[in-house]
C-alpha cells in the first residue's frame, strides 16, 4: 500500500515518514511541502532522521494523491481544505489530523466524503479514544450538579485553542448528558464572569515546553470529584494510530469515518 505525507517536514509529518517506513505492507509514496519550503527537494527518509528513502520532498500534491493509495493530513486548515478537493477529485483514502478548521474548511472535508474514505479525528491515539468512551459513559452517570471542566496543555508551537481533543472530549461529555456542546460551552472566563452555570462544560488551556498532549476531565460535585485523564508522552502514538487508520481507510467504501471506526469501537 502506498502512503503519501502531505506537510511531511512538520512536527508530525516527520513522524508519520517513520511510522510508514516502520508498518509492515506500507511503502512511502512521497511526500510535500508548500511550495517555497527551506527542505524542498531533501530525501524524506533523511528529513526523518532514517536511511534513504529515495524519495523526495515535493510541492505538488496533485501527483501525490495520483501516486498513493492514501494521503496522511497533518498540515493547516487552508491546506487541509484543499487537499480534501483533490481527495474527492481522485478518490484516494485521506487521514486527516489536522485541527482548528473552520465551517467552510470542514465543510469541504465532509464534501468530499461523498467520494472518497476520509478518517478524520482530533486525536489518532487508541488511548485517547477509549479516554472518549469513558468521558461521555461518566457524564451520563454522574448527575448534572457535577460540574463538568476539560483542562488540557500543549506545547508552547501549538496555534489552535482548546486543542481538537479538548473538544471532542467536551462533545462526548455533552453527548452524555444528552446535551449540545455549543449550547454548554465556555471555552474561556476572564474577569466577573459571574457564578458558573450548572450544565456549562468549561475549558481551560495551558501552553508550554515541549508538552505532547495532557488532557483531564474533571467532574467537580458536591463533597467529591473525579478526574480522568490521559497524557500523551510522544507524538509516535499519533501516528501510528494515523497510518492504522490509512491502511483500514483503503477497504472502506466512501464517506467520512473516526478513528471510534478504525478500532471498531
Ligand atoms: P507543524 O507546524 O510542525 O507541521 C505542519 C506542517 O504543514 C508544516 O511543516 C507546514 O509547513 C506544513 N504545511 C503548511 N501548508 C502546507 C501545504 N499547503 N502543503 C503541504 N504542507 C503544508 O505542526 P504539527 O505539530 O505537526 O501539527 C500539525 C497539525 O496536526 C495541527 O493542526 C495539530 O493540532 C494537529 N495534530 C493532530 C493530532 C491528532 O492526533 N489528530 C496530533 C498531533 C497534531
Same mark, same amino acid.
Not at 38 to 47: F, N
Not at 61 to 87: C, G, R
Not at 129 to 151: M, Q, S, T
Not at 184 to 211: H, N, S
Given at each position: ?16 515518514? @517513520? *511510522?510508514?517506513?516502520?508498518?509492515? #505492507?506500507? $511503502? !512511502?509514496?512521497? =511526500? &510535500? ?7 524542498? /527537494? ?41 487537499? @480534501? *478537493?483533490?481527495?474527492?477529485?481522485? #478518490?484516494? $483514502? !485521506?487521514?486527516? =489530523? &489536522? ?7 470542514? /465543510? ?50 501549538? $496555534? ?106
Amino acid at each position: 500500500m502506498k502512503i503519501g505525507i502531505v506537510g511531511a517536514a512538520g512536527r508530525m509529518g516527520r513522524m508519520l515518514i @517513520a *511510522a510508514v517506513d516502520a508498518a509492515d #505492507g506500507a $511503502v !512511502l509514496a512521497g =511526500g &510535500t511541502e508548500a511550495a517555497g519550503h527551506p527542505d524542498m /527537494g531533501k530525501d524524506l527518509g533523511e528529513l526523518a532522521g532514517l536511511d534513504t528513502a529515495g524519495v523526495v520532498l515535493s510541492s505538488d500534491p496533485k501527483a501525490l494523491f495520483a501516486a498513493a493509495d492514501a494521503i496522511i493530513d497533518f498540515t493547516v486548515p487552508t491546506a487541509t481544505a484543499a487537499h @480534501a *478537493a483533490l481527495a474527492g477529485e481522485t #478518490g484516494t $483514502v !485521506l487521514v486527516v =489530523g &489536522t485541527t482548528g478548521m473552520d465551517d467552510a474548511q470542514q /465543510g469541504a472535508v465532509t464534501a468530499a466524503a461523498d467520494k472518497a474514505a476520509i478518517i478524520q479525528a482530533a486525536n489518532f491515539s487508541v488511548g485517547v479514544n477509549v479516554l472518549l468512551g469513558l468521558v461521555e459513559k461518566a457524564a451520563g452517570i454522574l448527575p448534572d450538579a457535577y460540574d463538568i471542566e476539560v483542562l488540557e496543555m500543549h506545547h508552547h508551537h501549538k $496555534v489552535d485553542a482548546p486543542s481538537g481533543t479538548a473538544l471532542a472530549l467536551g462533545q462526548a461529555a455533552a453527548a452524555g448528558r444528552g446535551a449540545n456542546l455549543d449550547d454548554v460551552a465556555c471555552k474561556a472566563r476572564d474577569g466577573i464572569v459571574g457564578a458558573r452555570p450548572r450544565g456549562e462544560i468549561g475549558f481551560a488551556t495551558l501552553r508550554g515546553g515541549d508538552v505532547v498532549g495532557d488532557h483531564t476531565v474533571m467532574y467537580a460535585g458536591p463533597g467529591e470529584r473525579v478526574e480522568i485523564t490521559h497524557k500523551a508522552s510522544s507524538r509516535e502514538v499519533f501516528a501510528n494510530g494515523a497510518v492504522r487508520a490509512a491502511v483500514w481507510g483503503c477497504s472502506q467504501k466512501p464517506g467520512l469515518y473516526s478513528m471510534k471506526d478504525v478500532l471498531g469501537f
